[in-house]
């Protein structure tokens, strides 16, 4: 019985050892692990926390190249848009110097026309030599003539009245004419001639061309005269003695009486 007790006494005290032997072996055990799990957090907290900053330096990173592609698109536009409006600024600057062009271009153009209009016209057109009316008609008869009758009619008119070529033509006489005092003759394109007589000045010279309207000289009462007037004739050819009816020739260029 006392072996009995004190086997199991024995025996208890073995199984009590091995018992305490496995339990410190699993503690030991789990320390271990909880050690190595630890560890593991740690590195895995480490990880994330380096992966966090990796993200958020890629975000920030990601953002900045954001903000300047943003800000080189508002620059491209705003180039864009000021070479638009230059370009603009530019073509409505050339539109109005063509219109410019264009204004002065056709005035120009009208004042050429109205030059040559006015040339034409001085070619073409006839007018009356002098503002007056008539004194002596043509071929009135009187001893004061040395052919018997007028050659020419007499327009009333006061010494120093402006007298004008009645048609274009060029100047072939231009002096003192004897009973005609001072005196123009000149040629017209359709052959025929033009005398302008008692002139108490004369304002052209031979051999110059002359237009409807171009002041030859000024009326007077040079030569054979009984007061002032301008004496008028139209003749075949320069000389005395070749005259035509001068009111029925101005009437057939059209001049009105």
């Given at each position: ?88 600024a ?18 120009r ?40 009758y ?28 004897g ?11 359709d ?67």
């Amino acid at each position: 019985m006392a072996f009995t007790i004190r086997t199991t006494v024995a025996c208890a005290a073995a199984l009590t050892a091995v018992t305490a032997g496995t339990l410190t072996a699993s503690a030991q055990a789990a320390e271990a692990e909880r050690s190595a799990f630890a560890k593991c957090a740690a590195v895995s907290g480490d990880m994330a926390a380096r992966l966090a900053e990796q993200a958020e330096a890629q975000h920030r990173a990601a953002v900045s190249a954001a903000k300047k592609r943003h800000a080189a698109h508002v620059a491209h536009v705003a180039k864009v848009r000021a070479a638009k409006k230059a370009a603009a600024a530019r073509a409505a600057k050339e539109a109005a110097a063509a219109a410019r062009a264009r204004v002065r271009a056709a005035a120009r153009d009208g004042a050429a026309h109205a030059s040559r209009s006015r040339a034409r016209t001085s070619l073409t057109s006839w007018m009356l030599p002098v503002h007056g009316a008539i004194g002596t008609p043509y071929h009135a008869t009187s001893s004061l003539w040395s052919s018997g009758y007028h050659t020419g009619v007499d327009f009333q008119a006061a010494v120093g009245t402006p007298v004008h070529a009645a048609g274009a033509g060029t100047v072939v006489e231009a002096g003192w004419g004897g009973s005609y005092g001072n005196n123009v003759v000149i040629r017209h394109a359709d052959g025929m001639y033009t005398q302008y007589g008692h002139l108490s000045s004369i304002g052209v010279s031979v051999g110059q061309t002359v237009s409807a309207g171009t002041r030859i000289g000024l009326s007077g009462a040079t030569g054979n005269v009984t007061g002032p007037h301008l004496h008028f004739e139209a003749r075949t050819t320069p000389a005395y003695g070749s005259d035509v009816d001068p009111v029925a020739y101005l009437r057939s260029h059209g001049v009105l009486f």
